[in-house]
């Protein structure tokens, strides 16, 4: 078992900067692919930034030029720094981490933290 716990959500004003960072733990076998996604109410998750264990990143449209993620392999830590936030970034932000095995990928999810942003 895999165990993320993320940290550092919160209520800023539009146009701030907030820092989410998420701590993997337990039975984890090799650097593995970790990233973010979130969700609005009533909404799919929707992936917002993808780290490979190697360093390559992948972010969505909306958010590239203002989010960048980054890892501490020795610590098993993913970060968020999220930039010039937008009313439209509120969501439940989510941690991911991809282990692979014999049978194949599955996905650990951390439990959320909420990041609300004010006009």
Known sequence: QVQLVESGGGLVQAGGSLRLS???????????????????????????????????????????????ISRDNAKNTVYLQMSSLKPEDTAVYYCNLKQGYVFGTYDYWGQGTQVTVSS
């Not at 109410?41 to 780290?51: E, F, H, L, S």
Request: glycine share 18%.
């Open 22 to 68: 998420c701590a993997a733990s337990g039975s984890i076998f090799g650097i593995n692919d970790m990233g973010w996604y979130r969700q609005h109410p009533g909404k799919q998750r929707d992936m917002v930034a993808t780290i490979t264990g190697g360093g390559r990143t992948n972010y969505a449209d909306s958010v590239k030029g203002r989010f960048t």
